[in-house]
Nanobody
């Protein structure tokens, strides 16, 4: 099974961009769908976007379309989340999750999770 490590978070100003990375260990990465979720303290974790194992199918939460873009490089065992025109309400801990049998927005269906990376957007 793969293990996931997120990186790329930080403190930015409103309007800036960030690219988060989700790096995976393991030779079977290309068989896993990957999703990004985010969580604000005191609130439930919410779905951001998912990408199929091949990268051919994408599923964005409606509120994330347009400014967030997911991509993957299976040769590098990495999935990226490009976030543009960031807003203070995008502040959260961003998690990537993986599963070999599920692709979608249900967090209970993903069996492998990273530790999260903090994104803070100041106004």
């Amino acid at each position: 099974q793969v293990q996931l490590v997120e990186s790329g978070g930080g403190l930015v100003q409103a309007g800036d961009s960030l690219r988060l990375s989700c790096a995976a260990s393991g030779r079977t990465f290309s068989s896993y769908a990957i999703a990004w979720f985010r969580q604000v303290p005191g609130k439930e974790r919410e779905f951001v976007v998912a990408i199929s194992s091949s990268g051919g199918r994408l599923y964005y939460a409606a509120s994330m379309k347009g400014r967030f873009t997911i991509s993957r490089d299976n040769a590098k065992n990495t999935v990226y989340l490009q976030m543009n025109s960031l807003k203070p309400e995008n502040t959260a801990v961003y998690y990537c999750a993986a599963d070999p049998a599920y692709w979608g927005n249900r967090q209970d269906m993903y069996h492998v999770w990273g530790q999260g990376t903090q994104v803070t957007v100041s106004s």
